[in-house]
Antibody, heavy 122, light 107 residues
Framework: EVQLVQSGAEVKKPGESLKISCKGS????????IGWVRQMPGKGLEWMGI????????RYSPSFQGQVTISADKSISTAYLQWSSLKASDTAMYYC???????????????WGQGTMVTLSS | EIVLTQSPGTLSLSPGERATLSCRAS???????LAWYQQKPGQAPRLLIY???SRATGIPDRFSGSGSGTDFALTISRLEPEDFAVYYC????????FGQGTKVEIK
C-alpha cells in the first residue's frame, strides 16, 4: 500500500526550531515529487513547496520562501519541513502529499499524509 | 502568482440535488493543470479530479470536472450524504495555489 506517514503533533514556543517528517512507503520514494501544504485553523489549504527526493531539487511558494526549509533523506524515504525560528502564526496543520506521476513536476497530489498539527504557545 | 477564486463560498443543497462549484483563475492555467479536492472535517484532502476533467482512481462518476483557460467547474450530479464537505480547486501549472474553498452543506 502506498502511504505517507507523518510525525506526531508538536507544541512549541515562539523562537524555537522544529523539523517535522513525512515517511513514504509502498513506492519508489526517489521518483515522485513530494509537497507540503499548510492549513491554519478553520482556514483553507496553502501550497508551500515541493521537493524531488531523487536529487533534492526544491521549489517554494513565494509566500514561504525563506520562511521554511524543505529537505529529504532518500536513504530513509523521508521528507522534512523545518523552521529555524517559529512564530505564533505558524500554528497550523501541515500535510505532506505526493504527486501522482513519476518524475512529473506539474501534477496534482494523489496521496496525502495524515497531517501534523503544530501549535505555538508561549 | 495565479490566484484562484471559488464561488459560492457555501452551497446549501439537499441529497439528490445537483451541485455546481466554480473556480476562476486570475490568469490562464496552462494545459488545464487544474485539480479538485474534497476535505471532510478532521481528514486530509482527497484528490477527485486532475487535468481539469480526469477522475482520480476510485472516484465515483457522479463527480465531473470541466473548463479551460481561466474558468473551471466541478459538478456533482446527485449529492450523496457523504458528499457534504469542503471542496478546493488547485492549479499546478505555475508553482501551485489553492482556491479558498466551497463548503457544500445540507439544506
Amino acid at each position: 500500500e502506498v502511504q505517507l506517514v507523518q510525525s506526531g503533533a508538536e507544541v512549541k514556543k515562539p523562537g524555537e526550531s522544529l523539523k517535522i517528517s513525512c515517511k513514504g512507503s509502498g513506492y519508489r520514494f526517489t521518483s515522485y515529487w513530494i509537497g507540503w501544504v499548510r492549513q491554519m485553523p478553520g482556514k483553507g489549504l496553502e501550497w508551500m513547496g515541493i521537493i524531488y527526493p531523487g536529487d533534492s531539487d526544491t521549489r517554494y511558494s513565494p509566500s514561504f520562501q525563506g520562511q521554511v526549509t524543505i529537505s529529504a533523506d532518500k536513504s530513509i524515504s523521508t521528507a522534512y519541513l523545518q523552521w529555524s525560528s517559529l512564530k505564533a502564526s505558524d500554528t497550523a496543520m501541515y500535510y505532506c502529499a505526493r504527486h501522482g506521476l513519476v518524475g512529473v513536476i506539474r501534477d496534482a497530489f494523489d496521496i496525502w499524509g495524515q497531517g501534523t498539527m503544530v501549535t505555538l504557545s508561549s | 502568482e495565479i490566484v484562484l477564486t471559488q464561488s459560492p463560498g457555501t452551497l446549501s443543497l439537499s441529497p439528490g440535488e445537483r451541485a455546481t462549484l466554480s473556480c476562476r483563475a486570475s490568469q490562464s492555467v496552462s494545459s488545464s493543470y487544474l485539480a479538485w479536492y474534497q476535505q471532510k472535517p478532521g481528514q486530509a484532502p482527497r484528490l477527485l479530479i486532475y487535468g481539469a476533467s480526469s477522475r482520480a482512481t476510485g472516484i465515483p462518476d457522479r463527480f465531473s470536472g470541466s473548463g479551460s483557460g481561466t474558468d473551471f467547474a466541478l459538478t456533482i450530479s446527485r449529492l450523496e450524504p457523504e458528499d457534504f464537505a469542503v471542496y478546493y480547486c488547485q492549479q499546478y501549472g505555475s508553482s501551485g495555489t489553492f482556491g479558498q474553498g466551497t463548503k457544500v452543506e445540507i439544506k
